[in-house]
C-alpha cells in the first residue's frame, strides 16, 4: 500500500476527535431522532432555527482534544436533518442565517487549526427534509437533480472558505450509487479545491455487488464502497483494511452520537482500549462526542479524554506511528504493538506477579524499560521464551502499564509464533505437543 508524503501525517497520528453537533442535540435523544421518532417536520425545522448555542468556544474542544493527545478533528458541518452548521449561500437553513447568528464551522477550523490539529469536516449527502432524496432520480428525477446540485454546490463551499482541509468525511449516500450521486465528478471538483485532501469511502457504490443489506455499523453497506474513498470507516468496530488507510469511529457510550440524555458512558480504560486495539492492527482511532446542546462538552467526556491524555504523555510513543501486525501471542496479558525496532508489551491485565512471560520472539532483546515508570527490567531470554521480572506488584497506572522491549532489529516471531491459536498450520505444534509423549494417560506414555 503506497501512501503519499503529504497523507503520512493520518497514519502517524492515530487518534482523532469525532465531533456530531446540531439543533438534535436540543432534545437530547440522539443525531438521528427526526426520522427514528418520525418527527413533524416543520415542527423540527422551527426548533432548529431558533437553536442557538450560548456556549460554544471551539478552542476549549480544542483544548480537551490536544490534552488527551489527539491529533485531528472532524466535525459534523451539516447531518441527516440538513440543518448546516456554516454560513451556505444556497439555503438559509443554517446556524448562520438563523437565530445563532454564527458560523460555526469557521470558528471550528480557525481554533483547531490554531492548536495545531488537523482539520476534518463530515457532510452528509443526505437531507431528510427533500422528497427528492426519499423518491432518486427514479422517480424524480428533476427533484433529484436538483437536490444532487445542491450537495455539490455544499462541498464546494465547505472547501473553498476555511483554508487547508486535511480530511473529508461524508455519510447517508444511501441507498443511493455513486452514479445517482454524481461521486466520480464530485471527487474530482474536491482534488481540484484541496489537493492533499483525503477523503473517506463512504460516497456510494460504484458496483451492484457492492450493495449489500449490511449497515455501516457491520460491514461493507450503507454507501461505503470498496473502490472510492482514500480510507475505510469501520463503525462501532475495529477491523483492518490492508488495501488502504482505515479508522475505527467509535462512541465513548454504549451507541448514540449526538447528545443522548441518560446515555450510559463507557470507562475510561475500554476507550483507551479501542485506541490500543486500533494502533496495533494499523489504524486510527476517531473517537466521538456529543456536544451538550449549549456548545459545552460533556463533563463524563472531559474527565476520560483527561485520563487518556495523562496514559498518553507517558505512553505515546507506542501510539503514534505505529506499526499493524502483533508478532507473537500476548493476549494473556494484554496487546503488542510494533514500531521499527520497538516491541510495546500493553499490559490490560497486571496480575501483581512481579513478572511477564512473552513466548515466540525470535529476535534478540537488547534492554526492556517500564515506559510507565521509567525503570529497567531485568529479563532472560531463551530461544523462545523471554521472562521480564522485578515489576512492581501493584499496578502502576490507573489504566495500561507498558513494557518497551529494544530489540537488536525489527521484532519477528519464531516460526511456530507466527499465526495465532485457530490458524496456520495445525502441524505445527506437533513437536511442542510430543514433547509430552503420544498417549492420553497423565504421562503421555502408551499403556
Known sequence: MHIPDYWRWFSDARFGMFIHWGPYSAIGRGEQVLFRERLDQQAYADAACKWSPQHYDPSVWADVAKRAGMKYAVLGTRHHDGFCLWNSQVTDYSAAAQACGRD???????????????????????????????????????????????????????????????????????????????????VEKIRALQPH??????????????????????????????????????????????????????????????????????????????????????????????????????????????????????????????????VCEFVTYGRQIRKGSNLYLVIRFWDGRGEVHLAGLETRVRSATLLTTGQSCEFVQTEDDLTLTGLPRECPTELFPVIKLECAEPPKARPWAVDRLWSGDPRRMTPWAASRGSSVWADGKPR
Open 104 to 186: 460555526l464551522v469557521g470558528e471550528y477550523a480557525e481554533a483547531f487549526r490554531e492548536a495545531g490539529l488537523r482539520v476534518g469536516l463530515y457532510y452528509s449527502l443526505c437531507d431528510w427534509r427533500i422528497p427528492g432524496y426519499w423518491e432518486g432520480p427514479e422517480h424524480d428525477p428533476d427533484g433529484w437533480a436538483a437536490f444532487r446540485d445542491y450537495v455539490h454546490a455544499q462541498v464546494t463551499e465547505l472547501l473553498s472558505n476555511y483554508g487547508d482541509i486535511d480530511v473529508l468525511w461524508f455519510d447517508g449516500a444511501w441507498p443511493h450509487s455513486a452514479k445517482d450521486w454524481g461521486s466520480l465528478e464530485l
Open 197 to 326: 485532501i483525503l477523503v473517506n469511502n463512504r460516497l456510494g457504490t460504484l458496483e451492484p455487488d457492492e450493495i449489500t443489506g449490511e449497515h455501516a455499523d457491520g460491514g461493507l453497506g450503507a454507501g461505503e464502497s470498496r473502490e472510492l474513498g482514500d480510507f475505510g470507516t469501520p463503525e462501532h468496530h475495529i477491523t483492518a483494511d490492508a488495501t488502504r488507510l482505515w479508522e475505527s469511529c467509535q462512541v465513548p457510550y454504549w451507541r448514540l452520537w449526538g447528545y443522548t440524555i441518560g446515555e450510559r458512558w463507557r470507562p475510561a480504560d475500554l476507550l483507551l482500549d479501542f485506541l490500543v486495539e486500533s494502533a496495533q492492527k494499523g489504524g486510527n482511532l476517531l473517537l466521538n462526542v456529543g456536544p451538550q446542546p449549549d456548545g459545552q462538552l460533556p463533563p463524563q467526556f472531559i474527565e476520560r479524554m483527561d485520563k487518556i491524555g495523562r496514559w498518553m504523555d507517558l505512553h505515546g510513543e507506542c501510539i503514534y506511528g505505529a506499526e499493524p501486525g502483533e
